[in-house]
């Protein structure tokens, strides 16, 4: 199955942006849907974003809308996450995915830890 590496967490400070990048093999990128999901300690995953195979439709949660912008880059296979006015409650392990389908996600990177500190 492709494979997901994400990058670019970081520690940043409350108002701060931070740029994700997820990495993936394979030769029909454009094919796969994509999403981010983060989970954060004591919670449950959440959806944060999605992406469909050409980039025509996008998803974002309300509590990240306005504030995130999910991106990709079909040629390099890669898809990326803007993530602007970051507040502490964004603090999370963010994790890239890819499916047929927005609404079937089957592939999952392994996490990249962003945190917001106040």
């Known amino acids: 199955q492709v494979q997901l590496v994400e990058s670019g967490g970081g520690l940043v400070q409350a108002g701060g942006s931070l740029r994700l990048s997820c990495a993936a093999s394979?030769?029909?990128?454009?094919?796969?849907?994509m999403g981010w999901f983060r989970q954060a300690p004591g919670k449950e995953r959440e959806g944060v974003a999605r992406?469909?195979?050409?980039?025509?439709?996008?998803y974002y949660s309300d509590s990240v809308k306005g504030r995130f912008a999910i991106s990709r880059d079909n040629a390099k296979n890669t898809v990326y996450l803007l993530m602007t006015n970051l507040k502490p409650e964004d603090t999370a392990v963010y994790y890239c995915?890819?499916?047929?389908?927005?609404?079937?996600?089957?592939?999952w990177g392994q996490g990249t830890q962003v945190t917001v500190s106040s």
């Open positions: 995915a890819a499916g047929s389908t927005i609404a079937t996600m089957n592939s």
């Open positions: 394979g030769r029909t990128f454009s094919s796969y849907a």
């Open positions: 992406i469909d195979g050409t980039g025509y439709s996008t």
